[in-house]
């Protein structure tokens, strides 16, 4: 549940964005309506509605995650602020200089921040981040936990560069991409397996 309560923004960014797709001119008399006034020049035409609609509505799902979790007195994770101080810089300039190259760097970017924290822990303030969220549930060799984290940060560096080639150098369209985008969400819980298979043998079974 958590994963989906995280990814939820993405979900609707997708969804949104493919509706705006098929309604071009509903989705630009609402971009119009709503946006017009947040936007250099204060018009936009049918073709950047989608993306725009799409980009609004995702910062606006960002706040009401933070602000749900607040009133909650839960834990907001560091990541998830991260994430929506990201999102909330980048989209705020895709809607006002309607152009689609900020919220296309910003997958790239909150990978390489990601990427950038991991490093910094490891070799900066000698604390692994891994170890700090899952230490109380394995126990492994100090080795391990730094191999794990460089292969995080691995991957996190490596799908920065994936979103970049699928956004601008691969000759996609921004349907594409946005459908990447989604779908490449897909590849955390497959490389998260495939480290579970690696320290299985480090799993404290309950008692």
Not at 157 to 162: A, E, P, Q, R, S
Not at 174 to 201: D, E, M, N, R
């Amino acid at each position: 549940m958590k994963f989906l309560f995280d990814i939820f923004p993405v979900i609707l960014f997708f969804a949104s964005y493919k509706w705006g797709e098929r309604h071009v001119d509903a989705a630009q008399q609402i971009a119009n309506q709503y946006l017009s006034g947040l936007i250099s020049g204060n018009s936009l035409n049918a073709e950047q509605a989608p993306i725009l609609l799409a980009t609004a509505l995702t910062i606006i799902a960002s706040i009401a995650q933070i602000s749900y979790l607040l009133l909650s007195k839960k834990k907001v994770d560091a990541m998830l602020w991260i994430s929506f101080i990201i999102i909330a810089v980048f989209g705020s300039a895709t809607i006002y200089f309607h152009s689609d190259t900020f919220i296309k760097w910003k997958p790239t970017v909150l990978y390489w921040c990601y990427a950038a924290a991991f490093l910094l822990g490891q070799y900066v303030f000698k604390k692994n981040l891994l170890k700090a969220a899952m230490g109380s549930q394995l126990t492994m060799p100090e080795t391990v936990w730094a191999k794990l984290s460089l292969a995080w940060i691995a991957y996190f560096i490596f799908m920065g560069i994936l979103n970049l080639y699928v956004a601008f150098y691969g000759g996609f369209d921004q349907s594409t991409w946005v459908s990447f985008k989604l779908y490449s969400i897909g590849a955390v819980p497959v490389f998260v397996i495939l480290q579970s298979i690696f320290i299985s043998k480090y799993i404290q079974e309950p008692t």
